[in-house]
């Protein structure tokens, strides 16, 4: 089975603090995607990466910035943090085939509380 | 801006009845459509891909994917209360750089009244 782990599920931070969001997965998959989940929007795509080093920006990656220096992790990192980035932070990973047949499993999620 | 769209709901059925959930796309060049379920508090996990027009069966759930009128459903028979979540309509997007892309609906919340 496709295991894909957040750091944390629940976190508070302070506005203007740095934040980590660690996401690893354990079956050697190309792809990894961040998202955030907000009541009426839906999913939004962050970031994505489809090789070590390689990232692509989503449809809102202001105020985020990704790293993907192992394969099986990718970070996402909030640089200063403001309270409209309270939300549900999904990580998701697939295994990168041609065609685009593929699943994404995500990870459990992370709920992120800006003060 | 390519788009998915499902209805909100909450769409009420009672037990044992056919619960049909609907989604359509704007993208013509989208060629794969996944189905996934979201319990409340919970991530996202997938009940069904489809990529060729017509229907795919599996247990209780049957995917149905019509191309040229750009929708795809989802029906759930013998709809049980367990089936209460939300039901999440994700479509592939031609990568125009790396890889492909989901785009999802907002999601349609199904309740199942026992």
């Known amino acids: 089975d496709v295991k894909v782990t957040q750091s944390s599920r629940y976190l508070v931070k302070r506005t203007g603090e740095k934040v980590f969001l660690e996401c690893v997965q354990d079956m050697d998959h190309e792809n990894m995607f961040w998202y955030r989940q907000d009541p009426g929007l839906g999913l939004r795509l962050i970031y994505f990466s489809y090789d070590v080093k390689m990232k692509e920006k989503g449809d809102i990656p202001e105020g985020y910035s990704v790293s993907r220096e192992k394969k099986e992790r990718f970070s996402l990192i909030l640089e200063s943090a403001s309270t409209n980035q309270t939300s549900m932070y999904l990580c998701a990973s697939s295994l990168g085939i041609a065609g685009g047949q593929e699943t994404q499993y995500f990870g459990p999620g992370t709920r992120l509380l800006v003060l | 801006q390519k788009e998915v769209e499902q209805n909100s709901g909450p769409l009420s059925v009672p037990e044992g009845a056919i619960a049909s959930l609907n989604c359509t796309y704007s993208?013509?060049?989208?060629?794969?459509f996944f189905w996934y379920r979201q319990y409340s508090g919970k991530s996202p996990e997938l009940i069904m891909s489809i990529y060729s027009n017509g229907d795919k069966e599996d247990g209780r759930f049957t995917a149905q994917l019509n191309k040229a009128s750009q929708y795809v459903s989802l029906l759930i028979r013998d709809s049980q209360p367990s089936d209460s979540a939300t039901y999440l309509c994700?479509?592939?997007?031609?990568?125009?750089?790396?890889?492909?892309?989901?785009?999802f609906g907002t999601g349609t919340r199904l309740k199942v009244l026992a």
């Open positions: 994700a479509v592939n997007s031609p990568p125009t750089s790396g890889t492909y892309k989901y785009i």
């Open positions: 993208d013509r060049g989208s060629q794969s």
